[in-house]
């Protein structure tokens, strides 16, 4: 009896793992996204037509904010990167927007000497 009940708990702690993984890959997401508003005027994946020019602050700003968010998706894709999350258009489109836009920003910010 005490193996059947301690099989049972085994098995309902295993099962739990995944549901406890999607969690946390959750929150880093929306950790991620939460940045990503902090900063930028738009959604991610938005395509911006023209000549754009950016202040000194936003280019600081978006520099600092976009590489903490690429690391935060790169823990995200470490240690989640078979949770629906991580495989979610939605994140994809985001990773790459986070990704393109730090670079950008370091760039500016770099030639300019901010």
Do not use: H
């Amino acid at each position: 009896m005490k193996r059947l009940i301690a099989a049972i708990c085994m098995l309902a702690s295993l099962t739990g793992c995944g549901d406890s993984d999607e969690d946390k890959a959750k929150v880093i997401a929306g950790e991620v996204r939460s940045t990503w508003d902090s900063v930028m005027p738009f959604e991610p994946g938005y395509r911006q037509t023209g000549i754009a020019s950016f202040n000194k602050e936003f280019v600081v700003a978006c520099s600092t904010k976009m590489t903490e968010a690429s690391a935060k998706l790169g823990t995200l894709e470490a240690q989640y990167s078979t949770t629906d999350v991580w495989k979610s258009e939605k994140t994809a489109v985001l990773n790459k927007a986070v990704n393109r836009w730090k670079s950008t920003c370091n760039e500016l910010k770099q030639k300019q000497g901010w």
